[in-house]
């Protein structure tokens, strides 16, 4: 069945004192009218987010539709004037994460061709993130659909914890990357009981950066993993094996080029002391979770008595929850940038903090004109 959604703006009355807000953010008042807010999302749970952050903007969600043909096909209907206002389009990303790329495409392509004066997509889990290196004869996946958003209309992106920061440069038009990082920090601060007894720890070493501004934030040791059970994605081959070593030629063979030997990776070592500590593991994204369940089994045998991991997007595929709960983690922490209401009822280990003050603000900011350095105050570039 379509999921519409009613509603029109409605502006506020500037305050003479702006209230603080938790997380050190202030209460925003939005001053100009002449945008609207719509969700291009056809499942009700993923509307969640859009909802928190249109009741912080004062405003309600812009009226459209949302769904499935009867042949599968993604439909969209506008349903109120859009010309000559900036349209913010929120969409959060299910598992379904094919469909949900498809509203948002053809929702923004709606917008375009209605004659809207920007169209700004507020994605807080930019999807195929993973896919942005060249593997084998694959193809750099993040790239396209940076293309295929420029061309469907959008002119500037809001999102949040990149897997990679370098993914801004796919884009011909802004991207605003935001940091969950302090909602997390005031997380252990206010949630963590003794959290001055805890080390940060980095579950690889490519996520040492990460771990050590955790660290240095909160005042607290660093730990880091190294060794695997199996290969990373970063030692995944590239291509430049290609083309086959052994193949029949004719006259001069060419260069002979020195052999490279093979990495080989020892077992699952910790560097540094977890012993008689709480022990936090921070990542940016959590999906298939073997690899922190490992890591939670070697770090309870050297020592620490209980295991966190904080993390800004909780994907949380397949089996995660249930291989949480038999685990030896104690809580898993993550933020609304994605739902997974379904999973916490699986699971009472998982944890969310809510992320909507900071999207919230940026769409004020975006649409005012405002700088958003706010927002990025005391961020460092390993965030």
């Not at 009355?13 to 807010?37: D, E, F, H, I, W």
């Not at 290609?242 to 002979?256: D, K, W």
């Amino acid at each position: 069945m379509p999921i519409s959604r009613f509603g029109c703006h409605r502006s506020l009355v500037a305050y003479s004192q702006t209230p603080t807000l938790s997380y050190g953010y202030k209460k925003m008042n939005v001053s100009r009218s002449g945008y609207r807010v719509f969700s291009a999302n056809s499942t009700t749970a993923c509307t969640e987010l859009a909802k928190k952050i249109t009741e912080r903007l004062g405003v309600e969600l812009g009226k459209s539709v949302v769904y499935q043909g009867s042949n599968t096909e993604t439909k969209v209907d506008v349903k109120e004037s859009v010309r000559g206002q900036d349209i913010f389009i929120i969409q959060t990303i299910p598992r379904d994460v094919n469909t949900a790329i498809m509203e948002l495409l053809v929702m923004a392509y709606a917008l375009k061709t209605s004659c809207a004066k920007n169209i700004i997509g507020v994605i807080p889990y930019f999807p195929y993130s993973k896919q942005c290196k060249m593997r084998k004869r694959g193809s750099i996946v993040c790239k396209l659909l940076a293309s295929m958003l420029a061309k469907a209309g959008l002119t500037h992106i809001i999102t949040m914890d990149l897997h990679q920061k370098e993914i801004q440069g796919f884009f011909s038009f802004p991207v605003d990357n935001l940091r969950a990082s302090p909602f997390l920090i005031q997380y252990i601060q206010e949630e963590i009981p003794d959290y001055r007894n805890a080390v940060i720890v980095a579950k690889s070493p490519s996520a040492a950066k990460r771990a050590q501004s955790y660290a240095e934030r909160l005042r607290l040791g660093l730990a880091v993993m190294h060794g695997e059970a199996h290969h990373s994605e970063l030692d995944m081959a590239d291509g430049r094996q290609s083309p086959p070593l052994s193949r029949t030629t004719t006259g001069h063979t060419g260069l002979e080029l020195p052999l490279m030997m093979a990495k080989e990776k020892p077992p699952i070592t910790v560097v540094g002391d977890v012993g008689g500590r709480i022990a936090i593991i921070v990542d940016d994204i959590i999906d298939d979770v073997e690899d922190f369940v490992a890591a939670a089994e070697i770090l309870k045998e050297r020592g620490a008595y209980k295991i966190y991991i904080m993390a800004t997007h909780g994907l949380l595929s397949a089996d995660a929850p249930r291989l949480i709960e038999e685990s030896a983690i104690d809580e898993v922490v993550v933020t609304n940038t994605v739902p997974h209401e379904v999973q916490k009822l699986q699971c009472p280990k998982i944890k969310t903090v809510d992320v909507s003050m900071i999207l919230a603000e940026a769409i004020r900011r975006t649409h005012n004109g405002e700088s958003m350095a706010y927002l990025f105050r005391n961020i460092a570039v390993d965030d």
